[in-house]
């Protein structure tokens, strides 16, 4: 049976994506006293970050955007991966977002949505979350986004 949160999915025509393994010494979630951390996601698509490079220096606004949502869906996927069910998700508590942006790029936020829009939308309410959206010179891989989250758990 098709839980509430992947029939979302499907009706969003998304599809949960491999879980990537970690590319340095950490674990990819952990899911301790009720809630579920799970490790910073890169744009992984296929085995390879799929948006490389800065904002503010050959990728726009949009393109961030695109990458954040590709992070949220390898969030979830962590998830799906440690929890066996999406459904068993409380509320989501926080996303971090860490945008690799020039020093004159101040659209952060806007760049985050591209993950927080995406969540709300697959989680309803539920999805509805704290953030945080930094800026910094570069991420591993060459990645445009790195996201983070923290879940309450069932």
Known sequence: MTGEIEARLKALNLALPEVASPVANYVPFLHIN????????????????????Q???GLDVEDGM???GICLMNILAQAKNALGDLDRI?????????????????DHPKVVNGA???LVEILGDKGRHTRAAVGCSSLPLGAAVEIDAIFAIE
């Open 34 to 53: 009720g809630f579920l951390y799970v490790s910073g996601q890169l744009p992984m698509r296929d085995g390879k970050v799929a948006v490389t490079g």
């Open 55 to 57: 904002l503010g220096s």
């Open 66 to 68: 695109e990458a954040a």
């Open 90 to 106: 409380a509320q989501a508590v926080r996303l971090s977002g860490f945008v690799n942006s020039t020093a004159d790029f101040t």
């Open 116 to 118: 927080s829009d995406l």
